[in-house]
C-alpha cells in the first residue's frame, strides 16, 4: 500500500501545555492555539476549537493533565489530589455529550490516576506519557483505517462525504478522510465531493481546506445536491465519520449524515462509515440510546455574526442525528471492515 502523509498535525503536547489548530478561524486563517489550563481546554471542546470525535478524545486527556498540573500547585496530600482531579476528569468529559472518544480518552488517564503508584509529580508524569501514547496510538489506528477502507474504493472513484472527518478531526490522518488519502496513495485518479454541512460549514470551512492543501481534487456541493449527482451517476461510494456507534452498529454523525444516508441506499450506493473501535459504544443497545447534542441557535440564524433569516424564528439545532445500521455498508476500523451483522461483527472486533 502506497503512503500518504498529510501536511497537518491537528493537536499535540508539548512539554507543558497543548498545541492545537484553532478551527473557528477556517477558512480565514490557519493558525495554532496554546491551551494551558484545564477551563481553557473545556471550553476549546465545548466551542470548537478542537472538534471531530478522535481529536476531542486527544483533547479530553491532555485536559486531564493540564488539571493535574494545576492541582499539584495547591494540593500536596495525594489522595485528597487524586480525588480532585478524578472530579475535574469527569467535567472535562462532559464538554461534548457525544462523541464517545472523549469519555473514552478520558477514562484512560482516570485509569492511570487510579492505579498509580507514583507521587504526585509521577503521576503528572505518567498521563503526559499516556496523552503522548494516544496521539501516537491515533496517527496509526487512521492509517490502519485507511488501507482497509481503499480496499472498497473503485478505480478512478468520486467519493461524497459529510462533514469532516479528516486531519482535521483527528491528529493528523483522518478516518473517512484516511480512506481517501490511501486511495488516493495509489490511484491518483480518486476524487471527493464535499457537502457543505450546514449549520457550521464544516464541509466546506474544513474538507475542501485540507484536501486541498493536501492536492487531493474536491468538488464543494450544497447539503441538498447530493440526490441530483447520485441520479447522475457522479458518486461511486459515501464514505463519513462517526462520534459514536452503538453495539448494533447504529453511528451517530454530524446532523445531515442520515439523509445522506438514505439517498444512497435509494440509489444503490455503497455507503461506509470510517471509525476507530473507541468510536464504538457497545455499552448502549441501539442509536435510541445515543444522547444528541442541542447546539445554540445562533449557529442557524446567523453567519459570521449576521443573521439571515427573521428576527424571533423558531430553531430547532441537533448537532447530530443517527444512521440505522440497515443503512450502512460497512463499518471501516482498524480491525478491518465490519459487515452486518454489525452486533455480531462488532463482538468479534473488540476480541481480536
Known sequence: MAEFQSKIKTIEWIDTYSRMVDQTKFPYAFEYVEITNGQD?????????VRGAPAIGIAGAHGVVLYAQEGAKTISDKAEFISWLLKKADYMASARPTAVNLMWAVEKQKEIIKNSTSDIVGIIEELKINGKKLELEDIEINKKIGDYGAEVVPKGATILTHCNAG??????????LGVVRSAFANDPTVQVFADET??????????????????????????????YFMKKGM????????DRIAANGDAANKIGTYTVAIAAKYHNIPFYVAAPLSTIDTSIKSGDEIVI???SHDEVTHINGKSICADGVKVINPGFDVTPHELIA???TEKGILRPDYTKSIAEAFKM
Open 41 to 49: 481546554m473545556f471550553n476549546a471542546i465545548k466551542t470548537m476549537i
Open 293 to 295: 447534542e442541542e447546539r
Open 235 to 242: 458518486i461511486d461510494m459515501v464514505c463519513v465519520g462517526a
Open 198 to 227: 450546514r449549520p457550521r460549514q464544516q464541509g466546506a470551512r474544513i474538507t475542501t481546506l485540507e484536501l486541498t492543501m493536501d492536492g487531493i481534487p474536491v468538488t464543494l456541493i450544497t447539503d441538498g445536491m447530493c440526490s
Open 167 to 176: 486531519a482535521l478531526a483527528t491528529v493528523g490522518y483522518g478516518t473517512a
Open 330 to 332: 460497512g463499518i471501516i
